[in-house]
């Protein structure tokens, strides 16, 4: 059922405060999306294209949104 979050960090814009307890976030830009990953092994992942990141150590890939490089 979907992908189990470990490690991530996005960058997001935030369109909406929604109710109480919600907000609604985008990644819609090319600029943003995930930054940095980690693999559920613990190491660091580097983004391989604008959608998937790589585990180096292991070869496992992610299909990630990539923030697009400043």
Not at 1 to 30: A, H, P, R
Not at 32 to 57: C, H, Q, R
């Amino acid at each position: 059922m979907g992908w189990q979050m470990e490690e991530y960090c996005v960058d997001f814009e935030q369109i909406s405060l929604g109710d109480q307890l919600n907000y609604y976030l985008t990644t819609g830009k090319n600029e943003l999306g995930v930054i940095m990953a980690k693999s559920e092994a613990g190491n660091t992942m580097y983004p391989i294209s604008w959608k998937e990141f790589k585990d180096p150590e292991t070869g496992m890939t992610e299909n990630r949104k990539v923030a697009k490089p400043f």
